[in-house]
């Protein structure tokens, strides 16, 4: 610049940088944004899951004849008995009616469940298509689940969340 000038106004350089610099700094907090609401959406299915399982460890402990012969574990096959207000059911009818509804609810509640309830020694296996149940131990609620973020890998290697409630009586 020539002495006695004086500038006016921002160079064009300038003006680019610092749009550049808005722009990183815009497309940072979309980013963060976006992987804060994928922690809120696992974490809902989370809490949707201890919910349902704690549900259903609430209902068996209600009917402790149905629970000790493990009838919450047999659903009910279309037109089987309904066990509403006003009709008669024992206590295996009214587990089995019981578990029915739950598996349900677990399924439409969280996004591609499998809810099962089964005798296990090892509880914390199992997969969606394999649950591991081998008939031994204690009476476990298992819940697997997937949701936006298990379309790749987990860090555990899985594509699918799970939860698992063991009972004791």
């Known amino acids: 610049m020539k002495p006695g000038m004086q500038q006016k106004g921002f160079t064009m350089i300038e003006i680019l940088t610092a749009v550049a610099v808005m722009s990183v700094g815009l497309v940072s907090v979309a980013s963060l944004s976006l992987v804060n609401l994928q922690s809120v959406s696992h974490g809902h299915s989370q809490t949707q899951a201890t919910i ?38 024992d206590y295996d009818e009214q587990a089995q009616y019981d578990g029915t509804l739950w598996t349900q ?37 298992k819940l697997f689940w997937t949701d936006s973020r298990t379309q790749g890998s987990l860090p555990t290697g899985e594509n699918f969340y799970r939860h698992v409630l063991s009972l004791v009586p």
Do not use: W
Not at 68 to 77: G, I, P, S
């Open 105 to 141: 609810h677990a399924t439409d509640a969280l996004p591609g469940a499998t809810a099962v309830m089964c005798m296990d020694s090892t509880p914390e296996d199992g997969t969606p298509a394999n649950p591991a149940c081998d008939g031994q131990g204690m009476n476990t609620i």
């Open 52 to 89: 349902i399982a704690e549900e259903l460890a609430d209902t068996m402990r209600a009917n402790m004849e149905g629970y000790e012969k493990n009838m919450f574990a047999v659903n009910l096959q279309s037109g089987e008995k309904v066990c509403v207000s006003g009709t008669s059911c």
